[in-house]
């Protein structure tokens, strides 16, 4: 079974994040770049049915500049095989994003494309049905249980009080929500092996970049608290004030 | 509150990638895994044996070794790590590591046989079999040439008598690699569990290494067969040549203990209000937390060159008594100056220095004492011995 994973590197969720001098962008000075937390699922789940299946490749893409050689490594020290980096600016434009990941497997041998339901920094939950569209494969997102079948997956999703259990065939596009597996450590000889697997880098080929970030600010500081008095006392103020300012009684 | 590893002097920009993949894949297994439990497994004595097959199944055991033994191969910098994040966590499990490691399949690796090392190594490396270490007898500590363990060649197997004491494994332990005099000379044996004669009681009540298994071995004419015999080494230099390997592992490990006092101490410091402020403002405990940071630091240098010079081959046993005497006795007393830090709060559970403080207390004591260390740099800087 061959299998492409789109995974991002994204800044370590512990990072404190500040607006650079521009504005617009994230400074990136301190960051750590981790592999993006539900992108982790997606590859989890790619060795695993590899794994079931016996054979196969998983091949992970990423787009994204410097940053992005460690995060393919860590996905190869988990036990992909080979990785593709996309070269290109990181950007907010979900559909750039998703067509330079399009070019970047489009023509070659696959039987799912898997990628985490959204990326923790921009969370726009996009890029993988985009990828789906660009490629006229079906698409099952947010998807937290994978079933091989006979013709293709059962996949369940998470609603409101329960389950809605789909089935697509195969190649399809497979969002991955939390819960869908527990992603492995990379263990050291993954670790070692890591350095000596495929790692291709071609030129990103988005087009044109429509959506564009102009500002990225902080939030504003919250109003200080007020003590409206101490004991028994204070408690009709307060009631009044959480009945005609807050407005919550 | 998330761990905040100390590297004032940016060491990380040193590693390479595979050297911090190591790192953060070991650092995350501890944090994931040993610290919810360890302050519950200190408490009531207890190793957290449910640890070792995800442990081994990463490759934490026996690292170093090469991958046809089922090992990762992994160089001097990257097993330091190992080490330094494991300690981080608890003086107990970079035992078990270090011990099965640096003690157990470091002789096997190094002066058994091929049949030796093809069935012990791999099981080892998996965590299938566990092993233990078998020098330190009652009555021989510092002095491990006077031991009394005999081995006796009866034509077609060896019988061995006699005991060892504080050895850390040793009731878990499938096999013993065990030290004892054969026609006075000092030989290695594999000593496997349920042989008759054998026994490895554990010691029990310790006010140190709480979440480690530390026992006794007892030998009462065990037949050991002929073939158990590790021919690859006579004399001290075998049994000393272990030690510098598990030496190499605790003067890094000893340094993850000092990280983890030094950031729970820090981040106390400065949300402590006394007298209106943090405590960290203060003048008499900024002088201890810059103290602390200088130690750490320099106990980071001192283990990243001696990874060089192991990797180069040109680290020399008294280069690895310097860092383990320095490194051991240095994260004692930041654990112990991290606790007067932490006031009344540092003798609760809710803290982990006081457990850092009580394991460094046998860390600075096992694998040669700080004193022992003195006296063989003393002996290598002047050439005159001063315990004999």
């Given at each position: 079974m061959n299998i492409f994973v789109l995974i991002k590197a994204v800044a370590d969720s512990e990072a404190t994040i500040r607006p650079a001098a521009d504005g617009k962008n994230v400074k990136l000075d301190d960051i750590t770049w981790v592999l993006n937390p539900f992108d982790e699922y997606a590859v989890e789940e790619a060795l695993k049915l590899k794994e079931a299946a016996g054979e196969g490749e998983v091949t992970v893409v990423c787009n994204g500049g410097d940053e992005v050689p460690k995060i393919i490594r860590t996905a190869l020290a988990m036990g992909a095989d080979r990785g593709i980096h996309v070269n290109g600016p990181r950007s907010f434009d979900a559909l750039s994003i998703a067509k330079s990941l399009v070019n970047a497997i489009q023509g070659k041998e696959y039987d799912l494309i898997l990628c985490g339901k959204s990326a923790i920094d921009h969370d726009n939950n996009a890029v993988g049905t985009m990828v789906a569209e660009l490629l006229d494969l079906p698409s099952v997102s947010f998807v937290v249980k994978l079933e091989k079948t006979a013709t293709g997956l059962k996949c369940e999703r998470e609603i409101e009080g329960g389950l809605l259990v789909v089935e697509t065939p195969l190649p399809a596009v497979i969002t991955a929500q939390k819960g869908l597996n527990e992603p492995r450590y990379a263990s050291l000889k993954g670790i070692m092996a890591a350095k000596k697997k495929p790692l291709e880098t071609i030129d990103a080929?988005?087009?044109?970049?429509q959506v564009e970030v102009i500002a990225i600010e902080p939030r504003p500081p919250r109003a200080p608290g007020e003590i409206i008095g101490e004991g028994v006392d204070a408690v009709p103020a307060l009631i009044k004030k959480l009945r005609e300012e807050a407005k919550v009684l | 509150m998330a761990y905040k590893a100390l590297d004032y002097y940016l060491i990380?920009?040193?590693?390479?990638e595979e050297e911090r993949m190591v790192r953060d894949t070991v650092r995350e297994f501890v944090t994931d895994n040993l610290m919810p439990i360890i302050e519950e497994c200190n408490r009531t004595a207890r190793?957290?044996?449910?640890?070792i097959p995800k442990a081994a199944g990463l490759g934490l055991l026996g690292a170093p070794y090469p991958e046809e033994y089922g090992c990762a191969n992994l160089n001097a910098i990257a097993y330091g790590l190992i080490n330094q994040e494991l300690e981080r966590g608890d003086s107990g499990l970079r035992s078990f590591v270090s011990v099965q490691t640096g003690l157990v399949m470091y002789p096997i690796f190094s002066y058994g046989t091929e049949e030796q090392k093809k069935y012990w190594l791999p099981k080892l490396a998996s965590g299938e079999k566990i092993g233990c270490y078998g020098l330190t007898e009652p009555d021989f500590g510092s002095n491990p040439g006077g031991m009394l363990t005999r081995a006796e060649d009866k034509g077609d197997h060896y019988l061995l008598n006699g005991s060892k004491a504080w050895i850390t494994n040793g009731t878990i332990a499938d096999v013993a690699v065990v030290w004892a005099k054969l026609d006075g000379e000092v030989r290695g044996f594999l000593v496997e569990k349920g042989r008759e004669g054998f026994e490895a009681p554990e010691i029990k009540n310790k006010f140190s290494l709480r979440a480690s298994v530390t026992s006794d071995l007892i030998f009462q004419d065990v037949r050991i067969p002929k073939e158990n015999i590790l021919p690859g080494v006579k004399g001290l230099k075998g049994p000393l040549s272990c030690l510098t390997q598990a030496r190499y592992g605790i003067a890094w490990g000893a340094m993850g203990a000092a990280m983890a006092v030094y950031d729970e101490v820090l981040s106390y410091g400065k949300s402590r209000i006394q007298f209106d402020r943090p405590?960290?403002?203060?003048q008499l405990v900024q002088n201890k937390l810059v103290w602390m940071a200088t130690e750490i630091t320099k106990g980071q240098l001192l283990v990243y060159r001696l990874a060089q010079l192991k990797d180069a081959k040109r680290m020399r046993p008294q280069h690895v008594s310097l860092a383990k005497r320095n490194n051991v006795g240095a994260a004692l007393e930041i654990a112990r100056v991290g606790r007067d830090i932490l006031g009344a709060n540092g003798i609760s559970n809710e803290y982990q220095t006081f457990r850092h403080m009580n394991n460094l207390e046998s860390v600075n004591t096992y694998e040669g004492t700080f004193d022992i260390h003195t006296l063989i740099i003393g002996e290598d800087l002047t050439g005159i011995a001063a315990y004999t």
């Open positions: 080929k988005s087009g044109e970049v | 990380e920009d040193l590693l390479t190793f957290p044996m449910e640890l405590i960290a403002g203060f």
